[in-house]
């Protein structure tokens, strides 16, 4: 079973506009069994108002899918915290879970944001600004894999440090209240050591993810609590698409 985890920068390459072949050949060459996408537009203008999520889906012929806006409207300009109950068409921004195995059921989980602005220095543009700490969302699916059933957790935390382990914390009371074993993937925002430690699970793969020409941080990441689930492999490989690499796991059972 082949999982990825992609923080897609909405389908751009940098410096460049969107392109929808692009994004759809990236997602078709990645070959996912299970595919966790952060940063999905939705009917957004700088993606050609497409729903990226049913582009994936056909492109790697999904049997299941569920797009989760965190926020309803554009990012960077206007925009409030996405509830669930948007209209169909509306702008959006979030994360979006697919598969090839069939989900049983679907579960949303909005974390806790950051309630003011605040100063922050940002390494890019190197400079002091005043953040709006963009609310954050997980999406989780109980899906019935070759492995066994699994709930599956796709997430992309604030890039605040503190604040994204206080979410994870959070994310972590709701995961484990859910049918296990849990598998929890998406870009955290933080390295290895620490995602383990506040999610209080094993990492499945190491390897830099950010920033995709020369990665040197790996902010993606794919844990479990699941003793006999063991990884055949792993990758990041370069795409024509985001600021990060995909973080690539191939997976089986311990006595497969």
């Known amino acids: 079973m082949k999982l990825v985890t992609f923080n897609i920068l909405h389908g751009r390459t940098p410096g460049e ?19 966790a996408l952060q940063e999905v537009d939705a009917v957004q203008p700088r993606s050609g108002m497409a729903d990226l999520t049913a582009l994936a889906a056909e492109a790697m012929g999904a049997r299941s899918h569920q797009f989760v806006a965190a926020i309803a409207g554009t990012p960077g300009a ?30 949303v989980v909005r974390l806790p944001r950051i309630p003011f602005r605040f100063p922050m220095y940002l390494g890019a543009p190197g400079r002091v600004q005043v953040v709006d700490e963009e ?37 972590m009371l709701d ?15 933080m390295g290895v050591d620490s995602a383990q430690r506040w999610a209080g699970l094993r990492s499945l793969a190491s390897a830099p ?3 995709a020409e020369a990665p040197t941080t790996q902010l993606d990441h ?4 699941d003793p ?24 089986r059972r311990r006595d497969a």
């Open 17 to 35: 506009d969107v392109d929808l072949g692009r994004f759809a050949q990236c997602v078709a060459d990645l070959d996912a069994d299970i595919l």
């Open 78 to 107: 206007t925009w409030i915290a996405a509830t669930g109950e948007e209209q169909p068409g509306t702008a959006a921004y979030g994360v979006a879970l697919l598969s090839r195995y069939p989900a049983l059921n679907w579960q």
């Open 135 to 171: 609310p954050r969302a997980a999406v989780i699916g109980l899906l019935d894999t070759p492995v066994g059933p699994l709930s599956v957790v796709n997430t992309h935390l604030s890039f605040v440090p503190g604040w994204n382990r206080h979410q994870l914390r959070r994310l």
């Open 175 to 189: 995961v484990r209240a859910l049918p296990g074993p849990h598998l929890v993937t998406g870009d955290l925002n």
């Open 209 to 211: 993810t950010f920033p």
């Open 222 to 225: 794919v844990l479990t609590d």
């Open 228 to 251: 006999d689930l063991v990884t055949v492999s792993w990758a990041a490989p370069r795409q024509p698409i985001s600021d990060h690499r995909p973080l690539v796991v191939q997976l």
